[in-house]
């Protein structure tokens, strides 16, 4: 059974940093795509990074320049390093793992998901 937990989120002002990170296990062979995304009260969710197995990112304009998404040395471990964060980034963040599809930044690609980590930016 695969199992996603991320860790990191909470309560920063804006312009502060914030480091996300997600570990995946029950899955022995590496996921084609890991990704972030972020659900904000009354909005849909949406995909902020993505990182795929040959190591090729993607990101959603409003992040570029300010979030990082990366790999861990562990198989199947992901960070977001998120930087000059603002008040519109507040949000539950999940991690997402896709075994087999290119999934982009896709929520309709991605099979595995975690419970999400509130991140709250204040001005």
């Known amino acids: 059974q695969v199992q996603l937990v991320e860790s990191g989120g909470g309560s920063v002002e804006a312009g502060g940093s914030l480091r996300l990170s997600c570990a995946a296990s029950?899955?022995?062979?590496?996921?084609?795509?890991m990704a972030w995304f972020r659900q904000a009260p009354g909005k849909e969710r949406e995909g902020v990074a993505a990182?795929?197995?040959?190591?090729?990112?993607t990101y959603t304009e409003s992040v570029k320049g300010r979030f990082t998404i990366s790999g861990g040395n562990a198989k199947n471990t992901l960070y977001l390093q998120m930087n000059s964060l603002k008040p519109e980034d507040t949000a539950m963040y999940y991690c997402?793992?896709?075994?087999?599809?290119?999934?982009?930044?896709?929520?309709?690609?991605?099979?595995?998901w975690g419970q999400g980590t509130q991140v709250t930016v204040s001005s």
């Open positions: 029950g899955y022995t062979y590496t996921f084609r795509y």
């Open positions: 990182l795929n197995k040959y190591g090729v990112t």
């Open positions: 997402a793992a896709e075994p087999f599809r290119y999934a982009f930044l896709d929520t309709a690609q991605y099979t595995y």
